[in-house]
C-alpha cells in the first residue's frame, strides 16, 4: 500500500495550489479518500473527502467555498485544489483511504496515508 502526495509549495495569500495523491497496492477505487492537514504543534484535522463513486464531497467549515477534492479513479488519484490561501492554511497535507460514514472520513488504518507534503502560505 502506498499514497503519494505531491504538489506542495510555498505560495502568497490569495494564492492557489494543487495538490495530488497517487495510490497504489490496493484497490483505491473502491474506498473514499481524503485530506487532512496538520500545522505545527496542533493535531492533525479533517480537511476533506469524497466518495468512491464521485457523488459525494465532504469539506471542514475553514476551507468551504476555496478547496475543491476531486478524483480519478481510472488513475488511482485524488485532488485538492485550494483557492484563496490564507496562511492559517500553512500544514502538512495528508492523503488518506478511508470508510466514509456521516461526512466523516474514518481512516482505514496506519498503512492508508501518505507521507504528506508542506504547503506554506506566507506574504
Known amino acids: 500500500v502506498q499514497l503519494v502526495e505531491s504538489g506542495g509549495g510555498l505560495v502568497h495569500p490569495g494564492g492557489s495550489l494543487r495538490l495530488s495523491c497517487t495510490a497504489s497496492?490496493?484497490?483505491?477505487?473502491?474506498?473514499?479518500m481524503g485530506w487532512f492537514r496538520q500545522a505545527p504543534g496542533q493535531e492533525r484535522v479533517f480537511v476533506a473527502a469524497?466518495?468512491?463513486?464521485?457523488?459525494?464531497?465532504y469539506y471542514s467549515d475553514s476551507v468551504k467555498g476555496r478547496f475543491t477534492i476531486s478524483r480519478d479513479n481510472r488513475k488511482s488519484t485524488v485532488y485538492l485544489q485550494m483557492n484563496s490561501l490564507k496562511a492559517e492554511d500553512t500544514a502538512v497535507y495528508y492523503c488518506?483511504?478511508?470508510?466514509?460514514?456521516?461526512?466523516?472520513?474514518?481512516?482505514?488504518?496506519?498503512?492508508?496515508w501518505g507521507q504528506g507534503t508542506q504547503v506554506t502560505v506566507i506574504s
Open positions: 488518506l483511504a478511508c470508510s466514509l460514514s456521516g461526512g466523516n472520513c474514518f481512516p482505514l488504518g496506519t498503512r492508508f
Open positions: 497496492g490496493f484497490t483505491s477505487e473502491i474506498y473514499g
Open positions: 469524497i466518495s468512491p463513486n464521485y457523488r459525494d464531497t
